[in-house]
């Protein structure tokens, strides 16, 4: 118990003289720790595996490099195969060699002519091509002993198992005298309509080096060997005497890598056990080396560090108190890329953040002190209007105009729906018979020339809206979208709930607009039909916000549709 209570006291009292430490003493500390700890057990670590890692890698390389001389030697003898298709599908080479030919018949000539050209220019297009001889069992044609041969004159385990393949192309090959050159016999042969029925055998021969070419310059620090399906040896890099089967090699101290080709010879290496382990014990030992000096430079690079990034801290931390106390001009301090600098680029983008959000509140009241101006200049004096309009409609009354009587009655009743006593809302009831008052007056003025349909969702009479957001748009259509004074033009009004909101459409089916016309008419106030399309675009904004506003669709010679969307509201601005 007491071995158990002096070990727990003395590391609370470490924990407490470590925390007690400065920020700096405490990175120093843990970085000190985090680097040398992971690094001494990486030496050890790596010591150990980097054998094995060196051997694997070793392995995926020579698989690699015989993939490659796999693929080489497929392809080139894939073309082999080609060429001997396009003897096997000639139809006027097998006339020739199926044509029995009479002493005194001179067409053989035409034969051996034919066979000369085609044969020749296959040599002169395949110049690792060493000879190529069609044999046959035509003795009429007469044998030149280069291109035309009788087939009796081909080695009979050869023809046998040429004839066996069935058209497939088969390789032979031979010990060459004491001095020549190896080389390579391919076969076919030829079968007329049926495998049954052959009528001859193409043979080709190429040398051993064009095979030995494909994997020449990767013998170094290893041993590459070509061998057919029993194992004789075909080509090899290491020309080791007296061997001529895989199975005679002595793999001791060497690993062994082989793969098939798809025709069924095998590449087999031999790497040395020796060039890998030395090259695992040469690369740990330099590990070793270097991990010892990394460890060394790493307390000064820790402690250099430590203090780096202790006074960066605290010049950020008196960036922080300036923002706290109100100061969004944050000096450019260079404090690098790293995750300090990043919080401080970060802190100086939140500073200005800021600075701009206190401008744009600043902005968008100043809008709206100026929209609410605008909105007033276009009031005019009530009682001056309507001591004016009660005596217009007097004089009518008293001269018996009933027209005029109406019209300056639908105005009084417009104007004063409109100013309402100074407010910027009103019910979208009095919206609508302000529109209505608004169309009975130009009725008079453009009789028989439009006509408004209403199409309205009563429940949504009680809700607020701004005032003067729908005339604009009727007198707009009035003003530019009748045809001539003998097309009548219609005008609908709708007003329907989108779930929260209310949206109010007037669409016309009028003159229209092009779209860049029907763009520009949002993007600036146009100075016509009433507080324009571009002042209740942005007294809806500035009122509702960005969400909502004014929607513009229009084709020129069809129509125009407004799409007039605000919230569900029964608040008076």
């Keep these: 118990m007491n071995i158990a209570r002096n070990t727990y006291s003395f590391a609370a009292a470490l924990v407490e003289k470590f925390r007690n430490q400065r920020l700096r003493s405490k990175l120093f500390i843990v970085y000190l720790l985090v680097t040398i700890l992971p690094v001494t057990y990486l030496v050890s670590y790596s010591y150990h595996t980097v054998r094995e890692q060196l051997i694997h890698q070793a392995v995926e390389n020579v698989n690699s490099t015989i993939d490659q001389i796999n693929t080489n030697i497929s392809s080139k003898l894939n073309m082999y195969t080609q060429i001997t298709t396009l003897l096997y599908l000639d139809n006027q080479l097998r006339n020739y060699l199926l044509n029995q030919y009479s002493k ?21 297009m395949n110049p690792n091509l060493k000879s190529i001889s069609i044999y046959t069992d035509n003795h009429t044609l007469f044998t030149d002993g280069l291109f035309i041969k009788y087939l009796d004159k081909m080695p009979a385990d050869m023809r046998e198992k040429t004839y066996k393949a069935q058209g497939n192309l088969i390789h032979f090959y031979s ?34 080096r064009e095979i030995y070419s494909f994997f020449e310059k990767e013998n170094k620090n290893k041993m590459i060997f070509i061998a057919d399906e029993q194992g004789n040896i075909i080509t090899a890099g290491s020309k080791a005497a007296g061997i ?52 060394a430079a790493a307390a000064l690079f820790i402690y250099l560090t430590s203090t780096f990034m202790t006074k960066r801290f605290e ?59 605008t909105s007033l200049q276009a009031q005019i004096n009530p009682h001056f209007l309507y001591n004016t309009l009660a005596s217009i409609s007097a004089l009518a009354t008293i001269h018996n105009n009933p027209q005029v009587h109406r019209m300056a009655d639908d105005l009084a009743r417009f104007y004063r729906i409109s100013l309402n006593k100074g407010k910027k809302s009103i019910t979208i009831e009095k919206e609508l018979k302000l529109t209505e008052h608004y169309v009975s007056i130009q009725k008079n003025r453009f009789e028989g020339l439009f006509e408004v349909h209403y199409d309205l969702d009563e429940s949504l009479f009680p809700y607020t809206t701004l005032k003067l957001i729908i005339q604009p748009f009727i007198e707009n259509c009035i003003n530019h979208a009748i045809w001539d004074d003998e097309s009548r033009m219609n005008i609908i009004v709708r007003l329907k709930a989108d779930g929260d909101d209310v949206i109010i459409q007037v669409i016309d089916d009028g003159m229209g607009m092009a779209a860049e016309t029907a763009e520009s008419l949002l993007s600036k106030e146009e100075g016509k ?13 500035l009122a509702y916000g960005e969400g909502y506003g004014v929607k513009l669709f229009s084709r020129l010679g069809i129509g125009t549709s407004v799409v007039i969307r605000i919230p569900k509201s029964a608040i008076y601005l």
Aim: overall charge negative; hydrophobic content about 40%.
């Design 244 to 295: 001529r089967n895989i199975s005679e090699l002595d793999s001791t101290g060497y690993m062994v890598i082989r793969k098939t080709i798809t025709n069924g010879w095998q590449t087999v290496v031999l790497l040395p056990y020796s060039e890998v382990l030395g090259q695992a014990r040469k690369a740990s030992a330099n590990m070793l080396v270097i991990s010892i000096a990394c460890m």
């Design 104 to 124: 005194r018949d001179l067409s053989f000539l035409d034969a051996y002519d034919y066979i000369n050209k085609t044969l020749y220019k296959i040599l002169a």
């Design 529 to 541: 039909g009433g507080y324009g399309i571009f002042n209740v675009d942005k007294r809806i904004k």
């Design 315 to 373: 010049t950020l931390l008196q960036q922080i108190r300036k923002v706290e106390r109100g100061s969004f001009q944050l000096p450019a301090a260079p404090l690098g890329n790293d995750e300090v600098g990043q919080l401080s680029l970060a802190l100086h983008r939140m500073a200005a953040t800021i600075e701009e959000l206190f401008h744009d509140v600043y902005k968008k009241e100043l809008a709206a002190n100026e929209a609410e101006m």
């Design 175 to 208: 010990e060459p005298a004491e001095g020549a050159e190896r080389t390579i016999t391919l076969a076919r042969s030829l079968n007329y309509l049926s495998l049954n029925y052959p009528y001859g055998i193409i043979s080709m021969e190429i040398t051993e």
